[in-house]
């Protein structure tokens, strides 16, 4: 998930990041350009079949609307915090609030 914000930030903003900037955005250990890229392509993967296996429970009846709603606030959140960051000047605040952000994902996440 944190390889994807930090990609899909650059594409939002229009702005360019450089390559060097995206691989040292991660919080724990600056990555190589190869494992960056991996980790994106298996985010977007995974997004995908999420999405296929919430259709496929709709469809089944399996899921309700009333399910999908902890998700939905989540959602909003999530672009409150994005355009928070969006607006944000310092890259030093930026990065402090896409660390916020991916804390507050792992402790609103319905389990």
Do not use: H, W
């Amino acid at each position: 998930m944190e390889t994807l914000l930090i990609d899909l930030y650059q594409k939002e903003n229009g702005d360019e990041i450089s390559q060097e900037m995206k691989l040292t955005l991660r919080r724990k250990t600056r990555v190589t350009r190869g494992a960056f890229n991996r980790t994106r392509r298996q985010a977007m993967g995974n997004i995908a079949k999420s999405i296929y296996t919430i259709l496929l429970l709709g469809y089944l009846g399996l899921m309700e609307t009333a399910q999908l709603e902890p998700f939905m606030e989540l959602s909003s959140k999530l672009r409150t915090l994005r355009d928070a960051v969006n607006a944000c000047e310092d890259d030093d605040l930026a990065r402090e609030l896409i660390g916020n952000l991916i804390t507050e994902i792992g402790e609103t996440i319905p389990r």
